[in-house]
Structure formats: C-alpha cells, structure tokens
C-alpha cells in the first residue's frame, strides 16, 4: 500500500492538423490516502482516463511529479511503478486460458535467464503428465499457486482453463481483476471497469470490488461516469472539469455542499435544482415574488454577506414537499412523471418565472401531466452560490479555551470576513 501524490501535474498534447495544443490537465495537486478508494469523476474529456495511463506510466505528463509513497515515478517504466490498471475493453489476451490471463504479469514481472525460460516452459509443457515425466520449476510452482489464490477469491476456479471467448462479459471483468490482484501491486487504477456490463451484473460487481478493495487495503484511484458507482463506492470524490479539480470530499459532503455551480449540477442524480433568488434580510430570500425563511448554517452565511442582492439558489429534488394550496406556497404545473417503484420524480414548471424543477416524493400521491401542484420548501434545504459560481462560504465552529463564562467550553460560530 501506497499514498499516491500529484504535485503541479500538467499534460498537454501537442496539435495536429493545424489546431491548437489541447491542455488536458492544468496544475493539478491531488492526494490519494494510503488505502484510500478515490473515485474520479467529470464530463468526458476533463482529464480522469490520461491522469490514471501518467500515474501507470502510459502517458509522460508536460509538467509536475507524480509520486507513489515517497518515490517519485515520473522518470521509471510502467513495470518498475508497482501499479497495475483495469482496462474498460477488459484487454485479455484471447490466445491464453484464464489462468495464463491473471499470471501473465507474474510471469513477466522479474527478469530470466535462458535455462530459466527453458525450465519455466517446460514445467508448463509436462505438469499434466505423470510426475516422473515432469519438469520442477519453483518459480513456476510459486506462480500457479498464486493464481489458484486469486482464483478462489474471485469465484474463478472452475473457468481456469478456458479461453476469453468462452467467458461472459462479468467473467472476463474477474479474470481482468484478477490479473491486477495477482501482481500485489501498491496502488489499482481501474477505467470504467463496470461499463461494458449491464444493470444487473453492474450492481453485483460493483459490491465485488468495494469488498476486494476493504479486504486487500490497496490504494485504488477508480473512473467512472456512473452516478451510483461515484456515490457508493468511494470513500472520496475528486470532481475534475477542464483538467482542473473543482472539489474533493466523501460523497455527502460533495451532495449536500458543493463547492460550486459546476459540482451542484455534476453531482446527485437528478442534479440540484437551482433558481435566481434576492436576499431578503438575514435569514430570508425572495423567489418567485415570495419569501422563503432560511435556517441552519446558510442563515449564518447570509448573515455574514454584506451588501444583499441577487443569488442563485440551489435545492435537492427532495428539498421541495407537495403541500397545500397557499399564498406562501409556490404553485407549479408538472411536465413529467416518473415512477421508479419506490418514489416518483415530478419534472414541473413553476408559474411564476416559468423555472424547470425536479421533485422527488413518495409514489402514494395520485399525479398527472398538466396538474397544478404547490411546493413548500424545508428551510435547511438552501444552498447559495455568488454569480462567480462559487458557493457561499460556510461558517466555520471553533471551540473556546476555557475563558470567565463559568471555565466552561463554549461552541463559537467563526464567519468568514467577507468585506
């Protein structure tokens, strides 16, 4: 096991065609724990597949070190990094029988002499004949039991002596897997490894890795597209967009509290709702020609800005409750219904400013395109960003020293100076 580091890591490819150099990633500082399982994230082409092939050594970054413990790997080859990556096309070798897949790198991970290539051979050649007749290889022997280990970890004994085209698409993502684990390497890169499965075998195999990963301990940095993968896998989210990380955090810390426009609506399936809002005192805005209170830490915050004026706000689909018709309430005619069996997600327009939202509630209401519903907000549920995108500043609670007040501890909102 390994932390992993990325200190002013750069990678631009150079034009072709006549068209400009592409700057895929820009200064890009991340931290992978020890042990960590880190998910990275973004739209296609923010950086996530060339930031795993330059820690693998398969792309030389423009600029920066990229270090695996306390070794700097920029200048090594792929082999000497102890690294091993999970390719999205599985990358079997359809030649080779299962077993000959996950020993492959084993095989080739130190060097050999000529006699010790000729032994390994033939010890391969003449395990199946009587045991007079065979060939003793240690190095061979070693090797077989580790893939009968990894095997039996991944529930692929009985497929040993079959060919890639002989397995399902779930098989050969195992037998992928356990040509990485074979090899005990410090740190696992796997690019979308889940995406060429379908629903079903997607979930089981998703709970597969998370279990490997908590057995084994390795460092593992993970690609994926995926919403639910994102959110139920990692024990961290790295939000890239333009090879730049926007937000790094557990994945309630990036649903509950993005750092921006860009994650609010990157992150959470559907994304966070968002809406031109005043504010309207300390603790109230104004939407929609009504005002909504505004409680917890983002009524701190509001506090703390100076000057008012315009916001956009930002509220969860399950921020918003169907409630009785009411001046306060706001009034909205649904779009879209859909039914996912264990609640419904109302698509509406609301009437006033004519504002897109979403709306999760429980499939017991009785719904239907072109009704007018009325929403209530909760007042936790706010979030706001400034019209740079960036969210509004959370206070931050420190404690006291143990002062005059009766030498008791004392929890003390600090709010960021924004003056």
């Given at each position: 096991m390994a932390e992993v580091r990325f200190q002013k890591v750069s990678k631009t490819f150079p034009p072709r065609r006549g068209s400009a150099p592409v700057e895929v990633l820009r200064q890009l500082d991340l931290t992978?724990?020890?042990g960590e399982f880190l998910v990275l994230v973004g739209p296609s082409g923010c950086g996530k597949s060339t930031l795993l092939r330059i820690l693998a050594g398969l792309e030389t970054p423009s600029g920066g070190e990229i270090l695996v413990g306390e070794r700097a790997v920029n200048g090594l080859r792929p082999a000497q990094r102890d690294v091993a990556m999970v390719?999205?096309?599985?990358?079997?070798?359809p030649h080779l029988s299962v077993a000959d897949n996950i020993g492959f790198g084993l095989r080739r991970s130190r060097p050999r002499t000529t006699?010790?290539?000729?032994q390994d051979g033939l010890h391969r050649f003449t395990r199946r004949l009587p045991a007079g007749l065979r060939v003793a290889s240690e190095r061979e022997r070693r090797i077989e039991e580790r893939i009968k280990a990894v095997a039996e970890q991944l529930e692929l004994t009985p497929?040993?002596?079959?060919?890639?085209?002989e397995l399902s698409g779930g098989q050969k993502q195992r037998v992928a897997l356990g040509r990485a684990i074979a090899r005990q390497p410090k740190v696992f890169l796997m690019d979308e490894p889940l995406s060429n499965l379908d629903a079903k075998l997607r979930t089981g195999t998703r709970a597969q890795i998370v279990a490997l990963q908590r057995e084994l301990g390795i460092t593992t940095l993970y690609v994926t597209h995926d919403q639910v993968e994102a959110m139920t896998m990692g024990h961290r989210i790295a939000v890239l967009n333009q090879g730049r990380l926007q937000q790094l955090g557990t994945p309630m810390e990036l649903y509950e509290h993005p750092a921006n426009l860009f994650v609010a609506q990157f992150i959470g399936s559907p994304p966070m709702n968002l809406l031109p809002v005043e504010q309207a005192g300390a603790d109230q805005v104004q939407l929609a020609g009504r005002?909504?209170?505004?409680?917890?830490?983002?009524?701190?915050?509001?506090?703390?800005?100076t000057g008012g004026g315009s916001l956009t706000a930002g509220l969860r689909a399950e921020h918003f409750k169907l409630a009785p018709a009411t001046n306060r309430n706001l009034a909205a005619e649904i779009t879209h219904l859909e039914a996912l069996g264990n609640e419904v997600l109302i698509s509406c327009r609301l009437i006033e400013g004519s504002h897109l939202i979403q709306v999760r509630t429980d499939p017991g209401q009785r719904l239907a395109a072109g009704q007018t519903i009325h929403l209530d907000i909760d007042p936790q549920g706010w979030?706001?960003?400034e019209a740079s995108g960036e969210s509004l500043p959370r206070p931050e609670p420190t404690v006291t020293k143990p002062g005059s007040r009766g030498h008791q501890d004392e929890m003390q909102v600090v709010l960021p100076d924004l003056t």
């Open positions: 992978v724990h020890n390719f999205q096309s599985y990358a079997l070798y006699i010790q290539h000729l497929l040993l002596e079959r060919l890639p085209k005002r909504f209170l505004v409680e917890g830490e983002m009524a701190l915050a509001l506090e703390a800005r979030r706001f960003f």
